[in-house]
């Protein structure tokens, strides 16, 4: 006897934000792990864990254009307009591969090619250019526009910030505090720590271990070898820095700090001092070439 198909609408939802993502799945089991395909919420998966992400299924259905139905009644362009969901697209559909979400002067929301001469041209811009994902002193996250008072005097900041993603020995990825003692032991490393953003021939983008033999070679270049940068641009990352130099992050902020034991060093803000004088380190530099360097 053939298995029962379940049709159903579901949503993720990342505990430790309140985002949420609304999606259709087709399974013979209804307990299944499928948490959903949508780009940011994959890569919110891939930063978070999947340890925080709950999903609950909202209706079940018998026939998969009742459920085509009810994502588009539910996943409209408001929805995906929203500032607590990872939706991109609007259900029932992968028509809209290829374009984005975006808003008029008058503050019109709609979908128009990625490639838009509009798009290109400023008229219209993405729903979220100008935002930032933050967090109040309570723990709230939330998204704002990066011009809101609060924001730029450090009330709110960003969500993630004290916070680093880092990988085990077996390579799984998750996200700690930076003063984390396994972090500040080495027993915990970056993410990226011995990878490199390279491209081929054809200019298509990825990543490989650093001593990846077509890297070593020459057949792969690093990402950003060879780039120039305009006088405009040049300009503009100059302005981007004025007034920063003391402030939010600034280098006068910061101190070296090193671990006689493990040979390292690292470059800190002065706020998290204590946390690290607590595991063993002390002010100061070690000879940079019997030490390891980590730089947050």
């Known amino acids: 006897m053939e298995e029962q198909l379940f049709y159903i609408i579901y ?31 994959k890569r919110a998966i891939k930063y ?103 924001y730029a005097n450090g009330e709110l900041h960003g969500h993630i910030k004290g916070k680093i993603v880092v990988k085990d020995d077996n390579g799984n990825r998750f996200m700690v505090e930076n003063n984390d003692y396994r972090f500040l032991t080495g027993e915990l490393v970056g993410y990226s720590k011995g990878l490199v953003v390279v491209k081929d021939e054809n200019d298509k983008k990825f990543q490989v271990d650093i001593n990846d033999p077509r890297y070593v070679s020459g057949e792969l270049i690093h990402l950003r070898k060879n780039v120039k940068h305009t006088n405009a641009a040049k300009i503009k990352m100059s302005s981007s820095h004025v007034g920063k130099t003391s402030t939010n ?30 595991n063993g380190w002390i002010l100061g530099r070690l000879n940079i070439n019997k030490c390891k360097v980590m730089r947050h």
């Not at 993720?12 to 399974?27: A, D, L, P, V």
């Not at 026939?63 to 085509?68: A, L, S, Y």
């Not at 259900?91 to 979908?111: E, H, M, Q, R």
């Open 48 to 150: 978070y864990g999947c340890a925080n992400f709950e999903k609950t299924i909202l209706f079940i259905f018998t026939t998969q254009q009742e459920m085509i139905d009810k994502e588009i009644e539910l996943v409209d362009d408001n929805f995906i307009a929203r500032k607590d969901t990872y939706n991109l697209i609007a259900g029932g559909t992968c028509a809209y591969a290829g374009k984005i979400l975006v808003k008029d002067s008058d503050g019109n929301i709609f979908k128009v090619d990625k490639n838009d001469e509009r798009v290109k041209s400023g008229e219209l811009t993405n729903i979220f250019k100008g935002t930032a994902v933050v967090k109040d002193d309570h723990g709230n996250i939330f998204r704002i526009n990066k011009n809101d008072p609060r």
């Open 11 to 41: 949503e993720t939802r990342n505990i430790k934000n309140n985002m949420i993502y609304i999606g259709q799945h087709t399974t013979k089991n209804l307990n299944d792990s499928y948490l959903g395909s949508g780009l940011r919420l």
């Open 249 to 278: 992050g600034g280098r006068s902020n910061f101190c070296w700090i090193k671990h006689e034991t493990l040979k390292k060093q690292s470059f800190i803000n002065k706020n998290d001092i204590q946390a690290y004088i607590d």
